[in-house]
């Protein structure tokens, strides 16, 4: 992976010690489990195959645990690379791309107006049926930002674009997002 | 140096601080976007909004959390194995020993009872 200068890496001190110990990598895979989940669901739009490719990228991460340098990457890209190969694998396999829509999210539910809640439960559904809709590189640029917190150095390590072409991508993305949700 | 941010990098900077939790307001503002690219602000807190970072399942976990401690374990073996070729030969000599001596034991044993009824039998 080229490497991405800048980010400073919050989890290097625990994969140094994953890397002497394997059982300390639970510190690493309990940290990660519910954000690779998201972007494995959020892209295959079903919980099987997200558990699935998680699964897939937790083993492969650990197997390759020893081989992790560091090079300028974060070791959360490194990570999230290794998803993002096991989502294409999958998406390959597949053929197409999602069974399902994103529909199958739980909303969370904050106490208040119970009809307030409906609208915001049923705008939220808009807003994701219309990121199912994106192409898949822009859906991609989307869910690693918004759901996974990475910056745009780190998103063009996992998908292996520079990080102004990721910029670019997260512009157009969004600006396909407010012409479907014009539409509606 | 880059006198001048293009639009995706203010767009991006902006984007950082709504998922900083800045109002979208208040990071169009720090950002300087201009009016076109403001609306677009609106629509990064909607997709904040709209996909939250999903837990998975704690059976999922559980079994996930399995397979990896099994892993770790057959490699934490394999490793051992490979920093201690010698003791690895040694081992599985004396295992070798022990099961050479085991069967020929049996087979003795095995020879001594059926001896008298060979006897018993001319």
Do not use: K
Not at chain 2, 79 to 90: C, E, M, S, T
Request: charged letters at 25%; proline letters at 5%.
């Amino acid at each position: 992976m080229g490497a991405v200068m800048g980010d400073p890496d919050p989890d290097l001190v625990d994969v140094r010690a994953a890397q002497v110990d394997h059982s300390a990598f639970g510190t690493l895979y309990r940290r990660y489990l519910d954000r690779v989940y998201g972007y494995c669901f959020y892209l295959l739009g079903d919980h099987h195959d997200a558990e699935d490719a998680t699964e897939r990228t937790f083993l492969a991460a650990l197997a390759a645990i020893d081989r992790y340098r560091d090079q300028g990457s974060t070791f959360r890209a490194w990570l999230f690379r290794i998803a993002h190969n096991q989502l294409a694998n999958a998406l390959r396999a597949r053929s197409r791309q999602r069974t399902a829509p994103l529909d199958a999210v739980m909303e969370p539910m904050a106490p208040g107006d119970p009809a307030a809640e409906l609208v915001q439960a049923e705008e939220a559904r808009t807003v994701r049926r219309a990121v199912a809709l994106l192409a898949e590189d822009r859906r991609q640029v989307i869910v690693l930002r918004f759901v996974d917190g990475l910056s745009a150095r780190e998103i063009g390590a996992v998908i292996g674009r520079s990080e102004g072409a990721v910029r670019v991508l997260q512009h157009r993305a969004l600006r396909d997002l407010a012409a479907l949700l014009a539409r509606r | 140096m880059n006198p001048t941010p293009s639009v995706a990098e203010r767009l991006d900077h902006a984007i950082g601080q709504v998922l900083g939790g800045a109002s979208p307001a208040v990071a169009s503002a720090s950002a300087g976007l201009d009016l076109t690219t403001r609306p677009l602000i609106e629509v990064a807190e909607a997709v904040r909004g709209a996909l939250p970072v999903l837990p998975a399942s704690p059976g999922f976990e559980g079994r996930l959390d399995a397979r990896l401690t099994g892993a770790v374990a057959s490699r934490d073996a394999l490793a051992w194995a490979l920093r201690h070729p010698g003791r690895l030969i040694v081992t599985g000599a004396v295992g070798s020993a022990v099961g050479v001596g085991v069967t020929a034991y049996a087979v003795w044993r095995s020879s001594r009872r059926s001896a008298p009824h060979r006897f018993l039998g001319r």
